[in-house]
């Protein structure tokens, strides 16, 4: 896990839909950026929901949302079209970014 304070590691990963998404992008930005195991299951489900039921405050906040999870590209686009997330998700399938930040 990262101490607070610490400068997030930068990373760039695919997204839903097949862009690339770089962390340093949003220098200066507020980054909501969520680790979750696996599409479509119940806990993950859950905090996606949530995410996106809160999103218009969160965007009000000035913040992004970033989902990242080990799923396909093919995956997080079925989720999200399921579920009408309206944030980017992840791919993350070696786990690397999220060893980076403790979170696997």
Avoid at 78 to 98: E, N, Y
Wanted: aromatic letters at 12%.
């Amino acid at each position: 896990m990262l101490e607070e304070g610490t400068l997030a590691p930068d990373f760039t990963l695919q997204a839903d839909g097949g862009q690339e998404v770089t962390l340093s992008d949003y220098r200066g930005r507020k980054v909501v950026l969520y680790f979750y195991p696996k599409d479509d299951t119940p806990g993950c489900t859950t905090e996606a929901c949530n995410f996106r039921d809160d999103y218009s405050e969160i965007v009000a906040a000035g913040a992004v949302v970033l989902g990242v999870s080990p799923d396909t590209i093919a995956s997080h686009d079925r989720f999200r079209l399921k579920f009408d997330l309206p944030f980017a998700l992840l791919s993350d399938p070696d786990h690397q970014v999220a060893e980076l930040y403790g979170a696997w």
